[in-house]
């Protein structure tokens, strides 16, 4: 499988993006996906995770109510809209397909810049 994230760029405080994740080369109906971002001179974290059907997600505390995971399996593509952007969401938004031991797959990322 292989992973294209793409809609990062430029935005305000207060604004928002939504963030895609094209899966290719075989179905990815099968895998848990997960967004997790980096900034800058820090750890790589967690963002959000949905399972196969989309029945749970899962986000961290600070993306609660203003991000939102999602997946249209017919397309091979996972979503995160994020609204209410804040200067702290600045980073490299990377989409990871998880097995059911590990990460299988990661995509290349896509930089999210957000001014103050």
């Known amino acids: 499988v292989q992973l294209q994230a793409s809609g990062g760029g430029l935005v305000q405080t207060g604004g928002s993006l939504r963030l895609s994740c094209a899966a290719s080369?075989?179905?990815?109906?099968?895998?848990?996906m997960d967004w997790f971002r980096q900034a800058p001179g820090k750890e790589r974290e967690f963002v959000a995770s949905?399972?196969?059907?989309?029945?749970?997600?899962d986000y961290t505390e600070s993306a609660k109510g203003r991000f939102t995971i999602s997946r249209d399996n017919a397309k091979n593509t996972v979503y995160l809209r994020m609204n209410d952007l804040k200067p702290e969401d600045t980073a490299v938004y990377l989409c990871?397909?998880?097995?059911?031991?590990?990460?299988?797959?990661w995509g290349q990322g896509t930089l999210v810049t957000v001014s103050s």
């Open positions: 990871a397909a998880r097995g059911i031991f590990r990460y299988e797959y």
């Open positions: 949905i399972t196969w059907n989309g029945d749970i997600t």
């Open positions: 080369g075989r179905t990815f109906s099968g895998y848990r």
